[in-house]
């Protein structure tokens, strides 16, 4: 049974940087993709960037896009989210999903995804 564990999150100032990790275990060979969402407080749970398990192709959302870098290391089934220059705004629950090859949905939706991690919590300081 896949698994997925998402860890990394803290309080961070906004001139610093962190680096989220979401490991995968059990199942890998069936993911399509990983992606990273986020959910504030009083707010929705939003895309921030999805990247494929085979070939690495990245997708981001505006807000993000410059910022934060998504990158996977097949070797240790474990995709990483890389926030520089985090602002206050970032401030949120992030969460990791794994979409499977039978769901084709875009990457942006979160129903796109089959199975998701525990949170881990990003408090940005200014």
């Given at each position: 049974q896949l698994q997925l564990v998402a860890s990394g999150g803290g309080l961070v100032q906004a001139?610093?940087?962190?680096?989220l990790s979401c490991a995968a275990s059990r199942g890998t060979f069936s993911i399509n993709a990983i992606g990273w969402?986020?959910?504030a407080p009083g707010k929705a749970r939003e895309f921030v960037a999805a990247i494929r398990w085979s070939g690495g192709t990245t997708y981001y959302a505006d807000s993000v896009k410059g910022r934060f870098t998504i990158a996977i290391d097949n070797a240790r089934n474990t995709v990483y989210l890389q926030m520089n220059s985090p602002k206050v705004e970032d401030t949120a629950v992030y969460y990791c999903a794994a979409r499977r090859a039978t769901n084709s949905r875009p990457l942006v939706w979160r129903n796109a995804y089959d199975l998701w991690g525990q949170g881990t919590q990003v408090t940005v300081s200014s």
């Amino acid at each position: 049974q896949l698994q997925l564990v998402a860890s990394g999150g803290g309080l961070v100032q906004a001139v610093a940087s962190l680096r989220l990790s979401c490991a995968a275990s059990r199942g890998t060979f069936s993911i399509n993709a990983i992606g990273w969402f986020r959910q504030a407080p009083g707010k929705a749970r939003e895309f921030v960037a999805a990247i494929r398990w085979s070939g690495g192709t990245t997708y981001y959302a505006d807000s993000v896009k410059g910022r934060f870098t998504i990158a996977i290391d097949n070797a240790r089934n474990t995709v990483y989210l890389q926030m520089n220059s985090p602002k206050v705004e970032d401030t949120a629950v992030y969460y990791c999903a794994a979409r499977r090859a039978t769901n084709s949905r875009p990457l942006v939706w979160r129903n796109a995804y089959d199975l998701w991690g525990q949170g881990t919590q990003v408090t940005v300081s200014s």
